[in-house]
C-alpha cells in the first residue's frame, strides 16, 4: 500500500513546551475528560505530573451526543487548564470544538486537540493551522487512513508542521465495546507519513479495565505515546467515567506502560 499524499514540510519529532512526541520520544498525555472543577483539575494534574505523564489533557469544550450532556466550563475551563500548567509545568492539550473559540483556546492550549467528530471538519482544520500550536488530531469514527492523512494536510498547508495523529477506535459491527482499536493503524500510519502516531484506548474500550491491557499493546504496536483518561472519582466524572483511570493506580499504570514502550524501543536495561 503506498499513498503519497503527505506532502507538506511536517516534523517527525512534534515538541509542545519542551514535551516531545515521535522520532523515538515516547509520552503519556493524562487527565479528565473534562476540566470539571478547581480541585478535579489540580488533583489530576499533580499526581500525572508526578508519575510521568509529560501532558495534560482536559477538555473545557466537550462535544457530546445529547445537547442536553454536560457541555464543558469552557473559558473557565480554560483558566483551571492555565492554573493546573503554571503549577505543574505540564503543556496543556485541550480540544477546540468550534472555530469561534480559536482566540481563547490558544491562548492556553499547547496542543490543540481536533475530536473525532470534527476530523473533516475542514474550517477548523485550517484554523487550528494558522495557530500555530502543534495538533492532535483524532481519527474520526468511519475515516480511513487515507482521509485521517487528508486532514493533517489541512493543518500542515497552513504551514504548520506539528501534528500529532491519534487512533482512538473505530465504529464497526462489533458492540461489545465502545469502539474498535485499530492498533494496525499504528504501523500503517508510520509506513504512510513521519508524523508521530499515538492511541487513545480510553474512547476505544470506554471500560477503564481494558484501558491498560489496550495501551500495553499500543505501546507494544510501536506507538509514539498514548493519550489516557484518569479522574479522581470517576463514578462522579460528568463525562466518561466508565473509561477513566482511578487516579491512584495512575503510577503503576504510568510505569508498566512506559516498560513497554522502553522494550519496543531498546531504551533501558529491558530488551526483547
Ligand atoms: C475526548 O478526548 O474526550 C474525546 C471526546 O475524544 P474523541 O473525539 O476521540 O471522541
Ligand atoms: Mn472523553
Known amino acids: 500500500m503506498t499513498i503519497v499524499i503527505d506532502e507538506e514540510p511536517k516534523r517527525m519529532v512534534v515538541e509542545a513546551a519542551g514535551a516531545k512526541l515521535g522520532g523515538g520520544h515516547f509520552g503519556i498525555i493524562a487527565g479528565p475528560c ?7 483539575t489540580l488533583e489530576v494534574a499533580r499526581v500525572v505530573a508526578d508519575n510521568g505523564a509529560i501532558m495534560l489533557r482536559g477538555g473545557a469544550y466537550k462535544p457530546r451526543t ?21 503549577e505543574t509545568g505540564l503543556p ?4 477546540l470544538l468550534d472555530v469561534r473559540d ?21 474550517a477548523l482544520l485550517t484554523e487550528a493551522g ?9 481519527r474520526g469514527l468511519s475515516a480511513t487512513l487515507a482521509e485521517l492523512l487528508m486532514s493533517a494536510e489541512y493543518v500542515l498547508k497552513e504551514g504548520n508542521p506539528d501534528v500529532i495523529l491519534c487512533e482512538r477506535g473505530i465504529r ?6 465502545r469502539f474498535t482499536l485499530d492498533l494496525l493503524a499504528v504501523p500503517a ?12 484506548p480510553s474512547h476505544a474500550a470506554g471500560r477503564r479495565d481494558w484501558v491498560e491491557p489496550m495501551s500495553l ?23 466518561d467515567g466508565s473509561q477513566s483511570l482511578e487516579l491512584d493506580r495512575f503510577a503503576a499504570y504510568s510505569e508498566r506502560v512506559r516498560q513497554v514502550a522502553d522494550v519496543v524501543r531498546g531504551v533501558g536495561s529491558a530488551v526483547l
Do not use: W
Open 92 to 95: 496543556i492539550v485541550t480540544e
Open 172 to 177: 464497526t459491527f462489533e458492540t461489545a465495546y
Open 189 to 200: 500510519l508510520k509506513e504512510m507519513t513521519d508524523l508521530p502516531v499515538i492511541v487513545d
Open 217 to 239: 499493546a499500543a505501546a507494544a504496536a510501536g506507538a509514539d505515546g498514548i493519550i489516557v483518561e484518569v479522574h479522581p472519582d470517576p463514578d462522579a466524572a460528568l463525562c
Open 66 to 86: 445529547s445537547p442536553r450532556s454536560f457541555q464543558g466550563l469552557g473559558v473557565e475551563g480554560l483558566r483551571l487548564l492555565q492554573e493546573a500548567k503554571e
Open 130 to 138: 494558522r495557530t500555530g500550536i502543534p495538533v492532535l488530531l483524532k
Open 34 to 40: 473534562t476540566v470539571e472543577s478547581r480541585e478535579q
Open 102 to 122: 480559536v482566540e481563547h483556546v490558544a491562548e492556553v492550549a499547547d496542543v490543540i486537540q481536533i475530536g473525532a467528530r470534527n476530523m473533516q471538519n475542514y
